[in-house]
């Protein structure tokens, strides 16, 4: 397995890694867990992306790094604005869902 190879499975890693992020705050079980877990979610795709990116470029040793952070990095930017507004929705769902059964009057 050349450099090449490895860069290329990071870049594809890379790519199809920020579409999980918006569905994570619909495993929130209160409105406040899914603001929480979206704030999480964009401190990874803010903090982790370039982390990763480094790594992947300076391990594989390869020119191709300045070309792929221009075709990756305005998916993980498009999916820092959407996960907040996946988390809006998530939220106002579930607001709207009671967290119990409703109490029963006793005659």
């Known amino acids: 397995m050349t450099p090449l190879d490895v860069f290329g499975g990071v870049m594809y890693l ?25 704030c999480a979610a964009v401190s990874v795709l803010v903090l982790l992306f370039p982390a990763m990116f480094w790594w992947g470029c300076d391990w594989s040793n390869c020119g191709q790094g300045a070309v792929a952070i221009f075709i990756v990095a305005p998916v993980w930017l498009l999916f820092a604005v959407i996960t907040p507004l996946s988390a809006c929705a998530a939220a106002r769902k579930l607001a709207r869902t009671p967290t119990s059964d409703p109490p029963r009057s006793v005659p």
Request: aromatic content about 28%; charged content about 10%.
């Open 14 to 38: 890379l790519f199809f890694a920020p579409f999980l992020f918006p569905l994570a705050p619909w495993f929130a079980k209160r409105p406040r867990g899914a603001w929480l877990v979206c």
